[in-house]
């Protein structure tokens, strides 16, 4: 049962234009969601999040919505730069009980082209 | 300030036998996660510690297991290894345990 999905296994964008990175997910009980910028043989990097209360957050070029009745979440990237190109993770945490227990989604390959 | 480490960096083991990861987190941090990568599976969670408790168990088999010491730092094993453990181990660390949890390097574990 995939709580998180992306459904966009990659996206390839411009440099200077917006990235716009989708997720959903099922769990209503999710009370905080993050994403992760990934590259090969690398941890996970943290890039930004949103608590369930709030339906934005922005940390520079980085700009994440919530929509809670659509149970879905996006990253927007402006403007994309050539560095950006990597793997994006997001990921929901909580489902019930005290935890820090992440779900992730499968990803999706942004690549940015100069 | 220094990110969270795991060592080694790459392993490789035979099937049947076991191995023994390890993890120091973030100075200061308290609370550790372990998740496995996989092509097929994508990032599942392992374990939660926090304060040498595991708080939350994956649904992962027995053959997994894990550890928290008094100073946060973090061991996960695998015994009986199988073909299919062949894994990135990915290990975070958070402040206390409900904050951002911040991802090491990982372990590139290979089962021959």
């Known amino acids: 049962d995939q709580q998180v999905k992306q459904n966009s296994p990659s996206l390839s964008v411009q440099e200077g234009r917006i990235s716009i990175l989708n997720c959903d997910y099922t769990?209503?009980?999710?009370?905080?969601f993050l994403w992760y910028k990934k590259y090969p043989a690398e941890g996970p990097t943290f890039l930004i999040s949103i608590s369930s209360i709030k339906d934005k957050n922005e940390d520079g070029r980085f700009t994440v919505f919530l929509n809670k009745s659509a149970k879905h979440l996006s990253l927007h990237i402006v403007p994309s730069q050539p560095g950006d190109s990597a793997v994006y993770f997001c990921a929901a945490r909580g489902g019930g009980g005290a935890t820090n227990k992440l779900i992730f989604g499968t990803g999706t390959l942004l690549a940015v082209q100069p | 300030k220094a990110g969270v480490t795991q060592t080694p960096r790459y392993l490789i083991k035979t099937r049947g036998q076991q191995v023994t990861l390890s993890c120091s987190p973030i100075s200061g941090h308290r609370s550790v996660s372990w998740y496995q990568q996989t092509p097929g599976q994508g990032l599942q969670f392992l374990f939660e510690?926090?304060?040498?408790?595991?708080?939350n168990k994956g649904n992962f088999p027995g053959r997994f297991s894990g550890r928290q010491f008094s100073n946060s730092r973090s061991e996960m094993n695998v015994s009986t290894l199988e073909l299919g453990d062949s894994a990135l181990y990915l290990c975070?660390?958070?402040?206390?345990?409900?904050?951002?949890?911040?991802f090491g390097p990982g372990t590139r574990l290979t089962v021959l």
């Open positions: 510690y926090f304060s040498e408790t595991q708080r």
């Open positions: 769990n209503s009980m999710f009370d905080y």
């Open positions: 975070a660390s958070s402040l206390n345990s409900l904050d951002t949890q911040y």
